[in-house]
Structures are given as C-alpha cells and as structure tokens.
C-alpha cells in the first residue's frame, strides 16, 4: 500500500493506493461513527457491497450499516437522484453523526460527497472509488455535485472527503471503455503539470493498455499526488487549480450537448483534450508534434478524437458560455504554454478557437 496526504488549511485527509483495501477493515473503523450509509449503483452493489460491509462491521459488530443503492450512469447525476439518498438518510433517522461511504465511481462520489455537503448541513463522508477515472481524479479534491439539464456540475459544493481507499482490485471488473475514459484524466495530469509523467506514460502506455497492475498503480499513484499538489495550493479554485480542468471546457459542453451518459466523462475530456492542445498549437505555445503525440495515445486507447455527430461551432459556444470559468462574461480557457505547464487566459484569438472548433466536427 502507498500514502499520499492531502493537507489544506483547515483539513487533512489520506490517500490509500493498493490491492485489497477494502477488506481492510482498520484503515476506515477510525474513520466511521456509529451510523454508516453506503452509497453504491446497481452495478458495483453486487460486486463490492458485500465485501465492504464485512469489513466494517470487524471492528464494532454494534455500527448501523446501511446502503442506498442508485441507478447507474451520467444521466441519473441529478437532484431527483440525489433525493432518494437524503430519503434513505430520513428514513434510517440517522443523525449529524453519520458517515456516507461513496463506493463507486465518479457519480456516485460526486453525489455522496453533496449529500454529506448537505445533509443536516453536512456530515462526514469516505470516498471508495472504483473506476479508473474516480482513483485518479474525482475521488480526491473534494468537488462534489449534481448536473443540470444545462450544464454540468453545476449544483454543487466544495467538501473534502476524511479519507480517499483506492482498491486497485477493483479495477478487475472494470469495462474496457471505462478504463480507457479513465486514462484520458490521467494524461491530463502530464499535459498540464509534469512533462516527464507525459514521456514515462508514453514509454508504458501499452503497459497501461494491457493494464499491467504495477504499472497502473504507479500512474494511479502520480496522477493523485500531483492532483493532491495542485488542490493543497488552491482547495475552492480561486486560482492555479483551474488547470486541471484542461479540456473541460469543450468536454462539458459534449456531455451536456449529447444528453449526458452517451458518452462518458473520461472520453469527452479525451476529444476536449486534444482540442486544448490543437488550440494551444494554433495560438503558437506547443508545436504540431504534442498535438500528434496526444492523439495517437487517444487513438491507442479507442478513445474519440472528433467532436459527436452535428455537434457545431455555435453548439459549443452557446454551452462554454456557461462554463464555470466565466468571468464577467469572458470566457477562459485553460491552455498549454508548453508541455507540462498550463495557463488559464482568456488572451486567445477568437479566430482560433473557431478554426479548433471547425477543425474536430464530424
Ligand atoms: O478537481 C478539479 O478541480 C477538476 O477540475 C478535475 C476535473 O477533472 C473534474 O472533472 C471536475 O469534476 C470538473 O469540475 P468542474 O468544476 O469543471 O465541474
């Protein structure tokens, strides 16, 4: 097992990275109070319920555990859904004491970490994330939300989790297109901080395909502590942590465009990705060669490298206009000044954002 600490102003939590950890009932008992909920989906409940419920009652055969489990996919992450959670909380009686543990994927540990943002006006919760994506990225940080029918993210809050387990085995049941989305965050993290992450993930990027374990626990690993890094400077994103949301921008507006769930966060982010650097290139900070570079990895990795179907230019627009990077109006734009190093501006030609735009339609 390896640890990273995230350590902010008014909070500290670990990050736990190894194979079996959710049996390992003595990594979350000091975390737990008496009044536990799990919050899973239809699919990981019969995969990981049973074996993480175990675990928790070793310590204190005394602790209420219960669950609460949501339908599964992008297009249930909203305020309807998240209702049935404060629901079950209701039900249960469950005081301002209880622990939500969010065993899942991103949804579930957006949802889980609003509900505890919200509930009695917040409680304490866990995150247990099971895909790709949610071990590298969303588990950590503490951004927790709902979308809306017009935009994403866009109900939601700032609270910090009081551990983040990450259970390598559980990437075993993993689909493959899942795993593939998840590695589009986790080249993000070479494009925009770490030049030398970039190469070592070209060097093992067919390691990572064939998901060679030790090999993806390191990008795991490194994708968290300089995701951990980034937040520890700037937890409510007033500044530097906005990089991290290279390619967002454009992948928001697809997920939002296409409905939500038809094409999953991790491959919008990957076409959004490639747009950044396209623009990037165009706007004369990284060269043609970067902008190739990302997209054979893309392509290697069966991930979208072209905007969906009639997605047009205006189409973008109309939604990065609500983008959460707007300021008074202007759109910003996180961009590569060169590899390993982002910038948020809003100093771009218009111009070349719409030849970017243009150049991805299908
Ligand atoms: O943690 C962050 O900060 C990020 O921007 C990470 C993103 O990869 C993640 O998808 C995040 O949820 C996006 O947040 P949003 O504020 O752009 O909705």
Redesign the pocket.
């Known amino acids: 097992m390896k640890t990273l600490s995230l350590d902010l102003p008014a909070h500290h939590y670990d990050i736990h990275i190894g194979a079996g950890l959710l049996a390992q009932a003595e990594l979350l008992a000091p975390h737990l109070s008496p009044e536990v909920l799990v919050v899973t989906n239809e699919t990981i409940a019969p995969l990981y319920l049973a074996r993480l419920e175990a675990a928790l009652v070793k310590p204190d055969a005394n602790r209420r555990i219960e669950s609460v489990v949501l339908p599964d996919g992008e297009q249930h992450k909203h305020l309807r859904t998240l209702d049935q959670v404060f629901t079950r909380l209701l039900e249960l009686n469950y005081s301002r004491r209880c622990t939500l543990l969010a065993l899942g994927g ?1 949804v579930i540990g ?1 949802m889980t970490g609003f509900a505890a943002a919200c509930y009695q006006r917040g409680v304490n919760y866990i995150q247990l994330p099971t895909t790709l994506l949610s071990q590298v ?2 588990s950590v ?1 503490g ?1 927790t ?1 709902v979308n809306h029918a017009l935009g ?2 866009m109900i ?1 809050a700032f609270k910090q989790p009081e551990l983040v387990l990450i259970d390598t085995d559980t990437l075993s049941t993993l689909p493959d297109r899942e795993y593939a989305a998840g590695l589009a ?1 986790v080249l ?1 993290y070479g494009l925009i901080a770490d030049a030398g992450f970039f190469d070592w993930l070209e060097q093992h990027w067919s390691d990572l395909l064939a998901r060679r374990s030790d090999v993806v626990s390191e990008a795991i690993y490194r994708s968290c502590a300089l ?1 951990a890094e980034v ?1 520890a400077e700037d937890e409510t ?1 007033q500044g530097r ?2 990089i ?2 290279l390619g ?1 921008t454009f992948g ?1 507006a697809i997920e939002t465009w296409t409905g939500y769930g038809a094409w999953l ?1 991790g491959e919008a ?1 990957a076409t959004g990705l490639l747009m950044a650097t396209d623009l990037s290139q165009r706007l004369g900070h990284v060269d043609v060669a970067l902008v190739e570079r990302v997209r054979t990895l893309l392509l290697q990795a069966e991930l979208p490298v072209r905007s969906p179907t009639g997605m047009a230019r205006d189409n973008y627009l109309q939604l990065m206009a609500r983008d ?1 990077k707007v300021e008074s109006g202007v759109l910003r734009l996180v961009l590569l000044n060169t590899l390993g190093h982002a910038i948020v501006t809003s100093d771009f030609a218009v111009q070349a954002l719409y030849e970017t735009i243009d150049h991805f339609k299908s």
Do not use: M, Q, T, Y
Request: hydrophobic share 15%.
């Open positions: 991103g957006d990225d969303s940080g951004k939300g994403k993210n939601g965050e993000k995701k937040v994103e942590r906005a991290l949301n967002h928001h966060h982010v959460k």
